[in-house]
């Protein structure tokens, strides 16, 4: 049995993401995202000929990085193999023999074995094949590739639970799909081949907080926002610092090995953040990959095999998160003429060693979009802008705000800002917090492509102008705005039709390589998914994506 297929097909086939045709659209989701598809036959039924994608790329991309999800069926044309194959003849094998799961039959048997189960256990109404379910765990509003749904959707709660949903679709040869938050942006909750949904949304519970330890155990439907909210209820002096965007879930983090707002002085999700994991593998066996200690050298570090798999390799139904001191915060905004000098600024704070928790930069389009937008209660000036939050005692924090401004000041920095206290920090981040909502606003009846790149940071003034540069010319109305402290940029690009939406797919598509070149990543935060799989190769090499599958057929066969 597998967690999917094979992989780096999209490139090999000559498959380029710019000549793709655009398709409905898909929205995006943090972490565990939801489907729409438009079929639920099984994976044999042939594919919709208006995306121009091949099976094998379909199999690629839900196979090695199906985002918040990754998919469980049987691939009996592979040998069971442990050995490293070299990349050349992996991927012709991998091309000739494509991933085979159950019949129409198999499905439905599957389904009415779930359904049985579940009616036995008092939960009958926790399997679905209603369309709007369907729809709602495989298509998003906010991606704009692909999208197919599940056959069914199925609601869990416990370890015992997710377990014998996989041995059933294992038996059956049917794909999973795990599912909670359904915030990703690049089609990661879509099912191409049908199949469950595996929604883990009711998983939700924090079971334990160690206040001396600085950790907690919940599972993986936990909102990272819920759970700071409950530790600020119980009057605890900690918080989880990944913030990767509004909604998303413990598991769905796991999988995509999200980021966010404070990774300049935290760091991402494949630091230290996650201690241990409970993982249901594709065999079904459970497993807990290490103990709670902060640090360990006993052999390879499984926790980090699953952070960033995308959910290809098992299910995480629990995890025990490091949780940091809750520091006195203060902010701090300042305009400059452009983007270079609000980047050398930016960097030279860091590189000072100030107590930095972000630094986030907006374009001048994007602050136009906030002041237009009515989200805030001040204007800001029109122009590039940068905005700081920092740690630290009053005493501490006067003195870094003179250190500061003498800093910016001398890339040109204006108008500069610093919060006196815990309300007047709220008010200045709030235009930060208002960014997404207010560049829709710019375009009547719009809807908006959202990806992100990252780039060494000296990089980030040039693939910022640049790309800016070629949108305009291109007539697309987008801004762009991130996570300077690490190089990280996000591009949000308007359109109103399909014939705005695929020059806006071209554009984003010469984006991401722009970002290569620069020795750069197709993703700093939203993961891979279905839209940026074709990339892995051209970032990463054959070798090392070929590394990835070996270690993903191992665990299909259920060597691990």
């Known amino acids: 049995m597998t967690f999917g297929s094979r992989s780096k097909l999209a490139l090999r086939r000559g498959i380029s993401l710019s000549s793709r045709p655009s398709t409905s659209p898909i929205v995006r989701s943090s972490r565990f995202i939801r489907y729409n598809s438009s ?160 929604d883990v949304s009711f998983m939700d519970k924090v079971l334990k907080v160690s206040e001396s330890d600085g950790d907690v ?112 915060t203060k902010c701090a905004v300042v305009n400059f003429p452009g983007v270079e000098e609000a980047v050398q600024a930016a960097t030279e704070v860091v590189n000072a060693g100030f107590p930095v928790q972000c630094v986030e930069y907006l374009d001048s389009r994007t602050i136009d979009a906030i002041n237009k937008g009515g989200m805030v209660k001040k204007a800001y000036p029109t122009a590039d802008t940068l905005f700081f939050k920092f740690q630290g005692s009053d005493s501490a924090m006067s003195e870094v705000s003179k250190n500061v401004l003498s800093v910016v000041k001398k890339h040109g920095g204006k108008n500069f800002e610093f919060s006196k206290n815990d309300e007047e920090a709220r008010s200045l981040w709030e235009g930060r917090k208002a960014a997404l909502w207010s560049v829709l606003a710019l375009k009547d009846g719009a809807k908006v492509w959202t990806t992100d790149v990252c780039v060494p940071i000296s990089r980030l003034p040039r693939l910022v102008r640049e790309t800016a540069e070629d949108f305009e010319k291109r007539g697309i109305t987008a801004c762009h705005f991130g996570h300077v402290g690490d190089g990280n940029v996000h591009s949000l690009a308007l359109f109103t039709n399909d014939e705005e939406l695929a020059v806006v797919e071209h554009a984003v598509h010469d984006m991401v390589e722009r970002a290569i070149r620069l020795d750069g990543t197709c993703t700093g935060e939203h993961g891979v998914g279905i839209g940026k799989i074709g990339y892995l190769p051209l970032e990463l090499g054959d070798g090392t994506v070929n590394l990835m599958e070996t270690v993903k057929r191992t665990c299909e066969f259920g060597f691990c």
């Open 217 to 328: 155990v919940v599972q993986p439907g936990v909102k990272w926002e819920d759970l700071n909210a409950y530790l600020a209820k119980e009057n605890m002096p900690l918080f989880f610092p990944l913030d990767p965007g509004p909604g998303a879930t413990i598991g769905g983090m796991v999988g995509t090995g999200c980021s966010g707002t404070n990774a300049v002085r935290y760091g991402t999700a494949k630091a230290e953040w996650f201690l241990n994991l409970t993982v249901v593998l594709p065999s079904g066996e459970v497993i807990k990959t290490r103990q709670r200690a902060r640090k360990s050298a006993a052999g390879w570090d499984t926790t980090k095999l699953f952070v960033g798999a995308e959910g290809t390799l098992g299910i995480v139904t629990e995890a025990t998160l490091r949780l940091a001191p809750l520091l006195p």
């Open 39 to 198: 079929s639920t036959v099984p994976p044999q039924a042939p594919l919709p000929r208006s995306t121009n994608l091949s099976t094998a790329w379909y199999a690629l991309s839900l196979a090695l990085f199906a985002g918040a999800g990754y998919l469980i069926g049987n691939v009996g044309v592979l040998p069971p193999s442990t050995s490293l194959v070299d990349s050349s003849f992996a991927i012709a094998h991998q091309l000739a023999n494509q991933p085979r799961y159950g019949s129409h039959k198999d499905y439905q048997d599957a389904i009415k074995e779930l359904t049985e189960y579940f009616k036995a256990k008092g939960k009958e109404d926790k399997v679905s094949t209603d369309d709007d379910d369907l729809r709602s765990h495989g298509i998003s509003d906010w991606s704009y590739h692909p999208a197919k749904k599940p056959t069914v959707v199925v609601w869990v709660e416990s370890t015992e639970e997710v377990q014998h949903v996989v041995k059933i679709a294992q038996r059956y040869k049917v794909p999973i799909t795990p599912f909670s938050g359904g915030t990703s942006l690049e089609g990661h909750f879509s099912s191409p081949f049908g199949g469950i949904s595996l």
